[in-house]
């Protein structure tokens, strides 16, 4: 998890989750389980870790949909989520059915 705060990389508050309530390789889960423990924090520990404005996802629109299960499970409705798929660079956002592609020369 990396973190920036007015446009700037606040490295003290990056971190890194150990998956812990499965083994083998499924990421969805895996953004599921970061996600939640990231929600939980925002009760329990919101000096360490504050709400975010926006929380861009690792991946493509199936990593986007799971998360988007636990902001339901947690009834977060006021924090902006999208998922960065970088090989095409392509963003998926919740309410379009195709993603916005950057080109080359946007960045």
């Known amino acids: 998890m990396v973190v920036f705060i007015d446009g700037e ?6 971190r890194r989750f150990k998956i812990k309530t499965f083994e ?3 990421d969805f889960r895996a953004h599921q389980e970061m996600m939640e423990r990231r929600l939980e924090r925002l009760t329990t520990d919101p000096e ?3 709400k ?3 929380i861009i996802i690792d991946g493509g629109k199936g990593q986007l949909s799971s998360v988007k299960q636990v902001f ?5 409705n006021d924090i ?3 998922a960065l798929a970088e ?3 392509e963003i998926f ?7 916005v592609i950057l080109q080359k020369n946007d960045y």
């Not at 990389?9 to 990056?14: K, L, R, V």
């Not at 339901?72 to 977060?76: L, S």
């Not at 956002?93 to 993603?99: A, E, H, T």
């Open 80 to 82: 902006d989520l999208i």
């Open 72 to 76: 339901d499970e947690f009834g977060v």
């Open 93 to 99: 956002v919740l309410d379009k059915s195709q993603p």
């Open 87 to 89: 090989r095409e660079e």
């Open 24 to 26: 083998g390789a499924d």
């Open 9 to 14: 990389p606040d490295f003290d508050s990056y």
């Open 48 to 50: 360490k870790f504050p």
């Open 52 to 54: 975010p404005d926006l």
